[in-house]
């Protein structure tokens, strides 16, 4: 990465799909109408930052280092439509309470460090599958069991094909032990 301290990036947290429960999305794919999500940009947006400073990357690591929150399963059983700006979406009929755990321990440290996110968005979990798109068809489709424990920290770049992502940090909320190595052990 070449980048200057007065640089900004456009960051995001997402949890992070396995390459199995990415496969499984694309076939949701197969019958909408729009342009795709590309396998590997596929995710659930945690918390979207919007452009900020390079010099924020090491807090905004460490915060990713630090979640505490525990790993969990997601059952994407639904594909659903935003009207407003012509999204379709996968999701789950039950947000599983270790999302909402993940997210307020995210949007505090956030808080803490003043950084601000999701800007007159609700967090409202969801896997966009397609942009640009019509109201899908009504899809009957076995449930998609996620069992969702990576965390990444995703600069987006707008490339003339759509959005280029890269994974900045990413870890396993299975993992604990990455706590010893930040300072204050962490305590
Ligand atoms: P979307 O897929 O519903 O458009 C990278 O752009 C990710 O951040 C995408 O998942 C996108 O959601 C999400 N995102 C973009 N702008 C956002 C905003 N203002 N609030 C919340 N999420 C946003």
Redesign the pocket.
Same mark, same amino acid.
């Given at each position: 990465m070449n980048a200057t301290s007065s640089e900004t990036m456009r960051l *995001?947290y997402?949890l992070w799909p396995d390459n199995p429960t990415r496969t499984t999305l694309m076939q949701l794919q197969a019958p909408l109408h729009g342009r795709m999500i590309p396998y590997e940009n596929l995710?659930l947006?945690l918390a *979207?930052l919007?452009e900020q400073p390079v010099s924020r990357l090491p807090a905004l690591k460490e915060i990713l280092l630090r979640l505490n929150a525990a790993p969990g399963e997601l059952v994407l059983d639904r594909v659903s439509y *935003?009207t407003r !700006?012509r999204?379709v979406?996968a999701g789950a009929s039950e947000t599983p309470p270790f999302v909402l755990t993940l997210y307020r321990e995210l949007s505090e440290a956030l808080m803490n460090q003043g950084v601000a996110f !999701?800007?007159q968005?609700a967090f409202k979990p969801?896997i966009?599958l397609a942009r640009d798109a019509s109201s899908p068809p009504d899809l009957a489709f076995a449930p998609i069991r996620w069992r969702a424990h990576k965390v990444a920290l995703v600069r $987006?770049e707008n490339a003339p094909q759509g $959005?280029r992502y890269e994974v900045l940090a990413s870890r396993s909320l299975d993992e604990k032990w990455v706590l010893k190595d930040l300072p204050g052990g962490g305590a």
């Open positions: *995001f997402a995710h947006t *979207f919007g *935003f !700006n999204i979406w !999701n800007e968005h969801h966009t $987006s $959005s």
